[in-house]
């Protein structure tokens, strides 16, 4: 199994949710409201001097959903990505 964690900003909101449905996930947990600082864009720190936040979605899945959930996203990253798009995957050992 795999884990997939997608940090996007709210803008792609319904572009992350289309690339979730089209490639067969229906379950994911959400969190939507995310402060931090990356290396591709300016400070998440919903203040005044760094305004904005990001939302995440952690999928837990199969490989193959893997593979279409992570190119859709590629596909996001490309025609959006001024907007910010990020995608982790790594390897889920154990689910109890």
């Known amino acids: 199994?795999?884990?997939v964690l997608i940090i996007y900003?709210?803008?792609l909101e319904q572009n992350v949710m289309k690339a979730l449905?089209?490639?067969g996930v229906k379950k994911y947990t959400k969190l939507p409201y995310l402060h931090g600082?990356?290396?591709h864009s300016e400070p998440h720190l919903d203040t005044q001097v760094w305004p904005g936040s990001n939302e995440s979605l952690l999928i837990v899945t199969d490989e193959k959903t893997k593979d279409k959930l992570t190119a859709a996203v590629?596909?996001?990253k490309k025609d959006?990505?001024?907007e910010?798009?990020?995608c982790f995957v790594w390897t889920?050992?154990?689910e109890i």
């Open 37 to 39: 600082v990356g290396g």
């Open 80 to 82: 959006f990505g001024f």
């Open 21 to 23: 449905a089209q490639s």
């Open 9 to 11: 900003a709210p803008a």
């Open 1 to 3: 199994m795999k884990a």
């Open 92 to 94: 889920i050992e154990e």
């Open 84 to 86: 910010g798009i990020k």
């Open 74 to 76: 590629a596909l996001i």
